[in-house]
């Protein structure tokens, strides 16, 4: 059964309602992984949604912060929704398709501008939550799974806009970089995105504060797409669109795409 899979770091899932149904109407993903909805469940706007065929979600919210949500024209049950780092935010939730898969969304905590735990809070509990992750995956070894989300590291050189620049800036710090790898590594997930696309700058998020975000082109590739050896050789056709990125009443994210024959 092929379906096709996206993750969306929607930025309000409500506000950005329109461009929701937008990509839905344009490029039809079976299911539709979102992040940051900054919205309780029952007030995801889920009308227009099941009109175009997403009769089903699994969902985490809060109001204005943090919240996940999977939309699936494809059956979908619940199957976990763990509270990482103890930190009692939204950020994941899974769910398994009627053929065995099952589809994790993580939110990764963004970390705040100071990458020192002891001068930054946020930083930290970065770090403990990706600890977590990883200390799960090693302890229940995922199969027939896919990972998706806004996992707020852009961990390859060709990942950011500038390396060097970047080193000590939060989402690519080689503290972050090891420990999100720690976290692959625990579950032995393939980066599908990079296993379709190798070589090459390639990017998924762009800073409102940049006036020509297109033209400076100053990115970073937050947003990822993994899968358990199982099925990894299953997946094609992964593509970012970059375009998404400039529609009216943006996202800072755009989406990501895979594919999966299974």
Known sequence: MPFTLATWNINSVRLREQIVVDLMT???????CLQECKSPVEKIPMEQFQALGYSHMVARGQKGYNGVAILSKLPMEEVAAYDYAGLGHAR?????????????????????DIPDREKNEKFGQKLDYLADMRDGFAAAKPEKAILVGDLNIAPREDDVWDHKKLLKIVSHTPIEVEALADVQAAGDWVDVTRADIPDGLLYSWWSYRAKDWDGADKGRRLDHVWATPDIASAAHSSKVLRHVRGWEKPSDHAPVFATFDI
Not at 26 to 32: G, I, K, N, S
């Open 26 to 32: 344009q490029e039809a993903p079976d299911v539709l």
């Open 92 to 112: 994941h939730v899974a769910g398994r398709l009627s053929n065995g898969v099952t589809v994790h969304n993580f939110y990764v905590p963004a970390g705040g």
